[in-house]
Every structure is written in C-alpha cells, then in structure tokens.
C-alpha cells in the first residue's frame, strides 16, 4: 500500500456509504452487461435427452462414448466496469469552485467502490495529452485501492507535469483492447477533443457506454465582469471577451446548447447513453436518479 494508505481509507470509507446505495441502482439499471450476461461460457456435458437441442451436440464426446451428449453452458453474470476518465488540462480550468476533474475524481471513486461492492472487475484508463495510466478489469479489493490510490495521485500532478491535449480517441482505442467480454463502460471527461467519434462509436457496438460530459456554469452562463481575457490551457491562445454583452452572452449560450444537443444526439444515435454531470452537482443523486431512470 501507499504511503497515503490511511488516507485513502478514510476517502473510502465515506464513499463507501453513498457507493453501497449507487450498487444496488447500478445492478438495476437496464444495461445489457448486467442483464444478458458478459457472454456464454461452456460449462459440461450431459446425455442427450429427448426434445434436447440437437445442433448441441457435442460429437468429440458423442464418438468417445459411443452415446449422444450434449455440451452445457452458463451465462457469465459477471459485471465488469470500465472508467475512462479525462485529466486533461481543460478539466482543471474553473470558474472557481471544484474543477471539472475534481468533481470527475470523485464520480470515478464512487463508482469504483459501487463495482467493488457488486464483486465485479473494475479497470481503468486515464490519460491527458497521452495515456498516463492503464489496467484491464479485475476483481478484488487490492485492484480496487490500486485504482483509487492513482485517481488520489491526480491531485498532486501540477499543471506543469501534464502533457497538453487530449488522448480521448486513444484511451477509447486503448480500453477497448483491454476488454475481453462485454462490459460497463464509464467515459468521464468535458469531451473538448477531437477525432473521438468513430472508436467511441466502435466501443458501443460491443459494450455499455455511459458517456458523463463533465460541465460548469460558464459553459452556458457567464458571470458580468466585463473584458475579461481567456487562455485556451491545451494551446494557450488568447483571447477578451466582453461578458456584459448581452449578444455575446446568448451567443455563448447558444453555442454551448449547439455542442451538448450534438453530443447528446451522436451518443444516443450509437447506442450509449449520455449524462451531464455539472461540478455543482452531487454525483450521488445524479448517478441515482440516472440509474433509476434506465431501470424503468
């Protein structure tokens, strides 16, 4: 264990409550994954029997034992989660209040600990401007610390350690090597990348995918300070912009609404599921009442 053991447990441990809650809407929540199983797994073989199926047959054994057999198979009711998560420049940027990727860190952690409480096998992918962390799913509560050990670690990495841009396309590429059976996909990130779209869509032919678009009020709202000057922190290109214009207001706002609608649009379009997840927001009762929705 790290060094910050202890205080990784007492984190835990007040997640932990809130996580239980979220395990038992996640296990309800309608996802393929959980309800058609990850896959059909061979189990046995047993003697054929009238009205049996005979195209399971299994003629290795039939021929050796001079009888008819047939193979038997279970479904493998395993849940398997998989979080993407953004730690990208753009996801420290704030208007005050927690950032993005602290409210990101957080929404990570609780559905971590909701998989660990469900006996799933939980792996991870973080990136910034390249691929800074990567496991494949596996159960158990020493996976789960690892796990939650890295998303701690993000707080201490300075702006300046971080690698500008986004990786988002490759942590989709990268993930979907690593998943072996079909799985519970969470993508936590603002979505200010590029060329993300056709393996996002690849990924969600073959597993869930909640895609949870990480938002701030000045997204759509600016606060009235007048000229304020702007960096762009992947690019660091400049800009001052005048927030008491109205008209530049409702342009902001509006382009803001045009990108979501988008998003929203290509997410259900592909078969995944999207959720705005504001830093003012509590992630609990977000992901609760989402959960609950995709159960009806």
């Not at 205080?7 to 058609?36: P, V």
């Not at 189990?43 to 057999?69: C, H, P, Q």
């Not at 995944?272 to 927001?281: A, F, I, K, N, Y």
Request: hydrophobic residues 40%; positive net charge; contains cysteine.
């Amino acid at each position: 264990m790290p060094m910050n053991a202890s205080r990784l447990a007492k984190k835990a441990s007040q997640l932990r409550l809130s996580a239980i809650t979220l395990a038992e809407n996640m296990r309800n929540g309608g996802f393929k994954s959980l309800y058609r199983g990850q896959g059909i797994e061979f189990s046995d073989v047993r003697e054929y029997l009238i009205d049996d199926n005979v195209r399971s047959i299994d003629w290795n054994v039939t021929a050796r034992m001079g009888k008819a057999f047939i193979k038997q198979y279970e479904e493998d009711r395993e849940l398997s989660v998989f979080l993407i998560l953004d730690c990208s420049l753009s996801m420290k940027a704030n208007f005050g209040g927690i950032s993005r990727l602290s409210q990101a860190q957080e929404t990570a952690a609780l559905l971590l600990l909701a998989a660990e409480h469900n006996s799933g096998a939980i792996g991870a992918v973080f990136f910034d401007g390249k691929i800074q962390f990567s496991c494949a799913p596996k159960a158990g509560h020493e996976n789960s610390m690892m796990i939650l050990s890295k998303l701690d670690r993000l707080d201490s990495v300075s702006e300046e350690e971080m690698v500008a841009g986004s990786v988002l396309s490759n942590a989709i590429q990268g993930a979907a090597k690593l998943l072996k059976k079909r799985s519970l996909v969470f993508i936590l990130s603002d979505f200010r990348s590029s060329k993300w779209e056709k393996p996002f869509a690849q990924l969600a032919q073959k597993n869930d995918v909640v895609a949870i678009r990480i938002t701030e009020g000045a997204d759509s709202e600016l606060p009235d300070l007048g000229m304020v000057p702007f960096i762009d922190p992947e690019t660091s290109k400049k800009g001052t912009f005048p927030t008491r214009s109205k008209r530049f207001k409702q342009e902001w706002r509006e382009a803001n609404r045009q990108r979501v609608d988008l998003w929203k649009d290509f997410c259900i379009k592909h078969g995944s599921s999207p959720l705005l997840l504001s830093t003012e927001d509590d992630a609990v009762l977000v992901l609760s009442r989402f959960f609950k929705q995709k159960s009806r």
